[in-house]
């Protein structure tokens, strides 16, 4: 499995930027997969953003991103977009797509519990 990140970029507070994810050896659409999307600002533990469950159809969002982000799907292409909206300078981070197929409803928000990640894009929020 490789999933492969792009959209990064240096944007305004306040700004927008939209990333994708793309998978190979692994469908979005199929029943067990869950991925999600995670970060990790300089000094910082990797946090986690979003992550969408086939299994249930559900997406959950961390508190610091709800109202801003929304992640979404385009099954024909298997790809995964994350919109960011109104951000902020604390949403600088390496942002990383993560795929598990084993997940449980108590691990959606750990990495550990994702087996497959991306070598992830920089979102950099500056005046």
């Known amino acids: 499995v490789q999933l492969v990140e792009s959209g990064g970029g240096l944007v305004q507070p306040g700004g927008s930027l939209t990333l994708s994810c793309a998978a190979s050896?692994?469908?979005?659409?199929?029943?067990?997969?869950?991925v999600g999307w995670f970060r990790q600002a300089p000094g910082k533990g990797r946090e986690f953003v979003a992550t969408f469950r086939r299994n249930g159809s559900r997406t959950y969002y961390a508190d610091s991103v709800k109202g801003r982000f929304t992640m979404s799907r385009d099954n024909a292409k298997n790809m995964v977009y994350l919109q960011m909206n109104n951000l902020n300078p604390e949403d600088t981070a390496v942002y990383y797509c993560?795929?598990?197929?084993?997940?449980?409803?108590?691990?959606?928000?750990?990495?550990?519990?994702?087996?497959?990640w991306g070598q992830g894009t920089q979102v950099t929020v500056s005046s």
């Open positions: 993560a795929v598990g197929t084993r997940l449980i409803t108590s691990t959606l928000q750990d990495g550990a519990a994702y087996e497959y």
């Open positions: 050896g692994h469908s979005f659409n199929s029943y067990s997969s869950t």
